[in-house]
């Protein structure tokens, strides 16, 4: 198990070569009042002074700090291996240089906490600092700036909420264990460091707290309720310690010395608790519990390293390779979008929409939904009112009456019904055109990374495929229209779905007979237009024009006759227009699929290559967007360091972890 601490030191420095914390890896977060102690702690645990000290915040930066163990220096002489000083440390940030001198250590702190802070204020960036020493245990910790309340000199105002944020960064990561610092001269109930713990932390699984500063407490006042955690019971144990004061600093007091004298101050006045206390059972403590902590962790670690190398890959496989051959690439590209095109609109695609309808799918929508119901929807005799006929069937007949209802009424007013067909057919085209568009920007989204690679192929191939729908479109519609003015050409009588007018004439004469002699039915019987009312006009269908000194009426009621004569117009123009309904309902969008769709299908590719395959252009086409280069770039480093991570832990056999 002791080989637990340093292969998580090596996962954190795999993933900081790749500026990432992409996986929250088990470390000791340690949290404190500003003042507390909190510096005096590491520093008991290190063996040596190295860390900035001074009034005020002074820890302005988070400290990751790795303690690593190493054979003394005489036996790494006998192995003629390593650096040639007892004890030393090394900062990421300063790669290749090592530093012998702790006092060396403590102004490169200083300074580098400078470097990126302003004022006295503090930054998240952290600064990793590893020490190598037989005096220590192998830990990993992260020092964090103490808990302040009030802004000093040139302070933001929210300098407070600033630390507590940073701090429950660190803390929140359910991979930390918690250590909290509290000085023994104050009261436990209100302390900031207990407090934060317990929001993040409410079983308290990952805290372990340190009284600090035994030696300071009032006269007659003692910590051991608060040792014995009947105070504020903290599940992974409470340990005091006793600080090296003001005045062995100013003295320069030895940490071997302090260690001592700190054994006798527990032995005392805590000789119960003696040997559960102070800094040397505390790093113990704290290497114990990091080692167990990331036995626990180790399995799901391993999980989402294994995931996390997975997307990766998935990720960069994405992105392609960088361009070797244009002519093959462009080809290829072409081709693939090309097929994919086709495929959206046969429905083969294998990206397919499940929150709307698209490309095949829509284009039979319209057809035969939109479309379909759209003509069925038009009233065969829509717009044509019994004035409308009887004026035509008077204008076919010229200065004479009619004996029987001119053939050339009927196909004068069955074209104008025709001709309404016109519109709907038309948009048809349209709503397929607006659709082969649409498809354009769904193959772009969803059927090939190598395309998004690539801004300038992206954008020509879609200008092709617009041109080519927009040269297609007025061909189509022309195609369309002359579908329509083709039934208004010729008017076939002979239809076999038609029925004869002579047979709809005598029709309507028996049904009058039925109803007795002399046409009792039409006298007994009211019309629907002497239902509701007299029709103006119908006396005279242009404006009447008075040739008397008389009155002459303005209205009056049909004649039987001209009953008749309208009823058979009518139904021969309902007859003949659905015919021809029907016949442009299929024939429409036959004519769409031939014209537009079939032909883009089967030239799109052709196209493409025609337009695009041109050496002069290749280099200029398959220029690689800087965005996509640079995140490849990242992604491949990350991949790189995710294997590594692997790799690292998989040197880990499974009775390490037992």
Known sequence: ??????????????????????????????????????????????????????????????????????????????????IKAEEWGTFLHCKNQIFTDFSEIRKEIEDETDRNTENKGISPEPIYLKIYSPNVLSLTLVDLPGITKVPVGDQPEDIETQVQEMILSYISNPNSLILCVSPANSDLATSDALKLARDVDPDGHRTLLVVSKLDLMDAGTDALEVLLGRVIPVRLGIIGVV????????????????????????????????????????????????????????????????????????????????????????????TKFATDYCSTIEGTARHIQTSELCGGARICYIFHETFGRTLQSIDPLGGLTELDIL???????GPRPALFVPEISFELLVKKQIKRLEEPSMRCVELVHEELQRIIQHCSAYSTQELLRFPK????????????????????NEMVHNLVAIELAYINTKHPDFTDAAQVSASVNSQQAEAGDGGKRWKNEKMPSEEKGPVPGFGSPTKAVNLLDTAVPISRKLSTREQRDCEVIQRLIKCYFLIVRKSIQDSVPKTV??????????????????????????????????????????????????????????????????
């Not at 080989?3 to 070569?17: D, H, K, M």
């Not at 929250?24 to 005096?40: D, N, R, T």
């Open 1 to 82: 198990m002791e080989t637990l601490i340093p292969i998580i030191n090596r996962l954190q420095e795999v993933f900081l070569t790749v500026g990432a914390e992409i996986i929250q890896l088990p470390q000791i977060v340690v949290v404190g009042s500003q003042s507390s102690g909190k510096s005096s702690v590491l520093e008991s645990l290190v063996g040596r002074d190295f860390l900035p000290r001074g009034s005020g915040i002074v820890t302005r930066r988070p400290l990751v700090l790795q303690l690593v163990n190493v054979p003394s220096l005489e036996e790494r002489r006998k192995q003629d291996n390593g």
């Open 243 to 334: 600080n090296r004061s003001q005045h062995d600093l100013n003295t320069q007091k030895c940490l071997t010395d302090s260690c001592k004298d700190e054994q006798a101050f527990l032995q005392r006045h805590y000789p119960s608790l003696a040997s559960r206390c102070g800094s040397r059972y505390l790093a113990r403590t704290l290497s114990r519990l990091l080692m167990h902590h990331i036995r626990d962790c180790l399995p799901e670690l391993k999980t989402r390293v294994t995931v996390l190398a997975a997307q990766y890959q998935s990720r960069l496989n994405s992105y392609g390779q960088p361009v070797e051959d244009h002519s093959a690439t462009l080809l290829q590209i072409v």
């Open 391 to 397: 004026t035509a069937i008077r204008n076919a007949t």
């Open 457 to 476: 192929l992206h954008d020509s191939i879609v200008e092709v495929v617009t041109i080519l729908l927009r040269k297609r479109l007025p061909i189509t």
């Open 593 to 658: 699929m031939h014209f537009l769709v079939n032909f883009v299908k089967e030239n799109l590719q052709s196209e493409l290559v025609g337009q695009l395959y041109k050496q002069r252009l290749l280099q200029e086409l398959l220029i690689e967007s800087q965005e996509t280069a640079q995140q490849r770039t990242e992604v491949a480093q990350m991949l790189e360091a995710l294997k590594k991570a692997s790799n690292i832990i998989s040197e880990i056999r499974e009775t390490h972890l037992w």
